[in-house]
């Protein structure tokens, strides 16, 4: 059974950092690409970053340079580093891996960005 549990939900204020993590079971994760999603409410989900299974990484342009995602071989883990939060950045925050084999996404994790 394939699963991707996504897990750093917080309540950050404004300027501070938060890190999500995704960890994978029930496939070979080295062959998928991994992928940060975001939905904010009343919006469409929307890509944030990807990494591809050659540690390329890939940005949405909001991102702005203040997000890293990286991602761990050998844990199975994918984390997306999130510094000078904004309240735009609050969204449920979805894991997703692909390949031409198969594509999963995790439940999402709630990050909100208030004073």
């Given at each position: 059974?394939?699963?991707?549990?996504?897990?750093?939900?917080?309540?950050?204020?404004?300027?501070?950092?938060?890190?999500?993590?995704c960890a994978a079971s029930g496939?070979?994760?080295?062959?998928?690409?991994?992928?940060?999603?975001?939905?904010?409410?009343?919006?469409?989900?929307?890509?944030?970053?990807?990494?591809?299974?050659?540690?390329?990484?890939?940005?949405?342009?909001?991102?702005?340079?203040?997000?890293?995602?990286?991602?761990?071989?050998?844990?199975?883990?994918?984390?997306?580093?999130?510094?000078?939060?904004?309240?735009?950045?609050?969204?449920?925050?979805?894991?997703?891996?692909?390949?031409?084999?198969?594509?999963?996404?995790?439940?999402?994790t709630q990050v909100t960005v208030s004073s």
């Open positions: 059974q394939v699963r991707l549990v996504e897990s750093g939900e917080g309540l950050v204020q404004p300027g501070g950092s938060l890190r999500l993590s496939i070979i994760f080295r062959l998928y690409v991994m992928e940060w999603y975001r939905q904010a409410p009343e919006k469409q989900r929307e890509l944030v970053a990807q990494i591809t299974t050659g540690g390329s990484t890939n940005y949405a342009d909001f991102v702005e340079g203040r997000f890293t995602i990286s991602r761990d071989n050998s844990k199975n883990t994918v984390d997306l580093q999130m510094n000078d939060l904004k309240p735009e950045d609050t969204a449920v925050y979805y894991c997703r891996g692909f390949t031409i084999r198969g594509d999963y996404w995790g439940q999402g």
